[in-house]
């Protein structure tokens, strides 16, 4: 894409590169449209969060590669790649943006196992006798 805007988001282990140029409103996700990539209506709406706050909808065509994660974590990824891509595009959308939260990097991860134990927190069955 020549001329394009970029911008790196990120949620969970997910982490996406979006590419914004100017275009007809298609959104690409590793090679394929959005809506084959993110089947659910839920994760669709998500991606699209930032665009329909700035009402460009369909100004930009939308290249994303994104990686780690699962399906849900990408597209909180992809929504705040977006939303960064539009601020390096037109720095007075920060205030729109910024007002729905989509600038804020969730920092929610997953906690790490612990020795000695099943998962992070959970403990062993505990016998009195």
């Known amino acids: ?19 914004l140029g100017i275009g007809g409103g298609t959104i690409t996700v590793n090679k394929k449209p959005m809506e084959e990539y993110f089947t659910r209506a839920t994760l669709q709406q998500i991606v699209r969060q930032p665009l329909e706050a700035t009402q460009s909808l369909s100004r930009f065509a939308i290249d994303v590669k994104t990686e780690g994660g ?8 992809v929504r705040h790649g977006i939303a960064r891509a539009l601020i390096s595009m037109d720095a007075s959308l920060r205030d729109v943006l910024s007002k729905q939260g989509l600038l804020t990097r969730d920092p929610r991860e997953k906690e790490s196992k612990k020795y000695g134990r099943k998962r992070a927190r959970k403990r062993f069955q505990f016998s009195k006798r």
């Open 70 to 77: 699962g399906i849900a974590g990408q597209a909180g990824a």
């Open 1 to 19: 894409m020549i001329d394009a805007f970029q911008g790196t988001g990120r949620r969970k282990r997910s982490i996406a590169r979006v590419q």
